[in-house]
C-alpha cells in the first residue's frame, strides 16, 4: 500500500481522499485554511459532501513540510488558480524522484501553462515525475462509490501504470494515456463548453441545443488540441469527451449550474456567488480566448462565452449569433472520405 499526501481539502481533494483511504492507503490531507483543518479532524464530516463520512484514519495538517514528507505520491487537488502558490510552498519540501499527481484542471492566463507545467515550473526539478488525473469524475458520486472512469496521464508509462494502480479499485476504473497536455486540454475547456451548455439551459433551450453545444463544442477543442500537437484519439476518450458530457449535463456541475444562472439573468458575478466554489471554466476563459488567436483557431462557442461572461453581451444575442453563422460543411468531404477510407 502507499503513503499519499493531499494538498487541498475541497470536494474533489476529499471525495479522493477518502477512496484511497478506504483502498488501504495512507493518507494525509493538507488545507491552508486552519479552520477547515480543525473542523474535518472534529466532524469527520465536509459541508459540500453531505452523506459523506471522513475515515478516522486520515490525517489532517496545516503544515505543507508535515504533507509532503515520505509520500509515495503527492496528490494536488486546489483549485486552478492556488495550484501555483501552493506548488511554490511546497517545493522546498520535495524530494527528488517524487510522484506528484495533479486533479485541478485549468490553463493559467499569465503563462497559457497547463496545471502539471505550472507545477514543473515551480518546483524546478526534473527529477519528479507529474501525472494528470483527469475524465469524467464528480467529487460527489466517487463520495458515496458510485462506478467512475478517469485517465491518468503521464510521458512515463511506468508511472502512468502505477498511478493506475494506486487509484484502481471497486468503484474507480483508470486507464493510461501519454498525451498529459490532450488530457489537460480537455480537461481546461470542457468547463468553457459546459458553461454555455448552462447558458442555453438558463435560457430555457431544449437537449436538441445542448446536444449541439457538446458536439460542436468537442469539436473546437479537438482543432485547438490537434493545432498544439495532441493525439486525436485523446479527444474522443473518457478525458475528452467524456469528460465535456458529464460537465454539460450533470446537477453536479459547478460550470453547468453557474451558466444556467446566468442564463437566467442573474450577473456573473453573484452566480458565483450562489454556486458557492470556484467555477473553473470562469477562470480558463481568458487563456483559451489567448491560445484560440495563438495557434489561429476557430472556436465559435468559446467566444459566444466570452461575450457573454466578460462583454456582457446577452445570451440571447449570442444564441441567435451562433445560429446565423456562415453556412459550411460538418466535416470538408476530402477529410471525411480520409476518414474512413
Request: charged share 20%.
Amino acid at each position: 500500500m502507499s503513503n499519499i499526501g493531499v494538498l487541498g481539502a475541497g470536494t474533489w481533494g476529499m471525495a479522493l481522499a477518502r477512496m484511497l483511504c478506504n483502498n488501504g492507503h495512507t493518507v494525509s490531507v493538507w488545507s491552508a485554511l486552519e479552520k477547515e483543518v480543525t473542523a474535518f479532524a472534529a466532524t469527520r464530516r465536509h459541508p459540500n459532501l453531505p452523506g459523506m463520512e471522513i475515515p478516522e484514519a486520515i490525517a489532517f495538517t496545516g503544515d505543507i513540510a508535515e504533507v509532503c514528507r515520505q509520500k509515495d505520491i503527492l496528490l494536488f487537488a486546489v483549485p486552478s488558480p492556488f495550484v501555483r502558490s501552493t506548488a511554490r510552498q511546497a517545493a522546498p519540501h520535495i524530494p527528488d524522484g517524487q510522484i506528484i499527481v495533479d486533479v485541478a484542471k485549468g490553463i493559467e492566463e499569465a503563462t497559457l501553462l497547463t496545471m502539471t507545467g505550472i507545477i514543473a515550473q515551480e518546483i524546478a526539478n526534473p527529477t519528479v515525475k507529474l501525472v494528470a488525473l483527469s475524465g469524467p469524475t464528480h467529487a460527489e458520486e466517487v463520495a458515496k462509490d458510485l462506478p467512475t472512469t478517469i485517465v491518468s496521464a503521464c510521458e512515463d508509462q511506468q508511472v502512468a501504470e502505477l498511478v493506475q494502480n494506486v487509484f484502481w479499485g471497486t468503484c474507480m476504473r483508470v486507464y493510461t494515456n501519454d498525451d498529459v497536455l490532450g488530457v489537460e486540454l480537455c480537461g481546461a475547456v470542457k468547463n468553457v463548453i459546459a458553461l454555455a451548455s448552462g447558458v442555453a439551459a438558463g435560457l430555457g433551450y431544449g437537449d436538441n441545443i445542448k446536444a449541439a453545444l457538446i458536439t460542436r463544442g468537442m469539436a473546437e477543442i479537438s482543432r485547438l488540441g490537434m493545432a498544439m500537437g495532441c493525439r486525436e484519439q485523446t479527444f474522443g476518450g473518457l478525458a475528452g469527451i467524456g469528460d465535456l458530457i458529464v460537465t454539460a449535463t450533470s446537477v453536479h456541475s459547478r460550470n453547468n449550474r453557474c451558466g444556467m444562472l446566468i442564463g437566467q439573468g442573474v450577473p456573473v458575478d453573484e452566480a458565483i456567488r450562489q454556486v458557492g466554489m470556484v467555477v473553473e471554466g470562469i477562470n480558463a476563459l481568458p487563456a483559451v480566448m489567448t491560445l484560440a488567436e495563438k495557434y489561429n483557431v476557430e472556436m465559435p462557442i468559446v467566444k459566444a462565452a466570452w461575450q457573454v461572461v466578460k462583454e456582457g453581451v446577452s445570451p440571447k444575442d449570442v444564441v441567435q449569433q451562433l445560429m446565423g453563422r456562415d453556412k459550411k460543411p460538418e466535416l470538408p468531404p476530402a477529410a471525411w472520405d480520409n476518414h474512413y477510407q
